[in-house]
T-cell receptor, first 116, second 117 residues
């Protein structure tokens, strides 16, 4: 398996523009997580899905952020409108529910977002 | 809610020596997982070691081992024979065990480990 795939790897956008980050989880994994990493706040969980259903979105900073998982193999995180304080590395991770890897999260390589 | 605390923002060790990174957590759950992840400068998050709370035996992966003290809610990572490639940010993480639904993975603040030649 290719692992968790995120795109783009880097994104530079102007303030006010819409940004969409994409994630393809590992096939067969039931849970999907979106994290944001900054120097000030470390790794913050934004939202996680189980079987494509959002379970906990309490970490989503505000209404400008939205996430979807239309099927088991794809998720998006959208920021509209973007602001400079959204600049961070955004990670997607997926996790199987059962088996030897239960509980472990496999991370994508992250998207470095810069809002100017 | 669960919290994970890493009280050592930075640590350094000489190559070939042993270093221990500390982690404490707070939870009312009885069944859960604990992890140590490594994040080198490439920023890829890499699982180092995993412990299931119901197992009393401490997990070991080659040069990496943990000291899991469930009553004290402590989960330290020991790196033996440190190598230059071990230089990275290390995160301790907690996940509640759920049979039917997913569970959030909560991270500590991280410890930056530098291995000196």
């Amino acid at each position: 398996d290719a692992g968790v795939i995120q795109s783009p790897r880097h994104e530079v956008t102007e303030m006010g523009q819409e940004v969409t980050l994409r994630c393809k989880p590992i096939s067969g994994h039931n849970s999907l997580f979106w994290y944001r990493q900054t120097m000030m706040r470390g790794l913050e969980l934004l939202i996680y899905f189980n079987n494509n259903v959002p379970i906990d979105d309490s970490g989503m900073p505000e209404d400008r952020f939205s996430a979807k998982m239309p099927n088991a193999s794809f998720s998006t995180l959208k920021i509209q409108p973007s602001e400079p304080r959204d600049s961070a590395v955004y990670f997607c991770a997926s996790s199987p529910r059962g088996g030897r890897g239960a509980g472990e999260a496999f991370f994508g390589q992250g998207t470095r977002l810069t809002v100017v | 809610a669960q919290t994970v605390t890493q009280s050592q923002p930075e640590m350094s060790v000489q190559e070939a020596e042993t270093v221990t990174l500390s982690c404490t957590y707070d939870t009312s759950e009885s069944n859960y997982y604990l992890f140590w992840y490594k994040q080198p400068p490439s920023r890829q998050m890499i699982l180092v070691i995993r412990q299931e709370a119901y197992k009393q035996q401490n997990a070991t992966e080659n040069r990496f081992s943990v000291n899991f003290q469930k009553a004290a809610k402590s989960f330290s990572l020991k790196i033996s024979d440190s190598q230059l490639g071990d230089t990275a940010m290390y995160f301790c993480a907690f996940m509640k065990h759920e049979e039917t639904s997913g569970s959030r993975l909560t991270f500590g603040e991280g410890t930056q480990l530098t291995v000196n030649p």
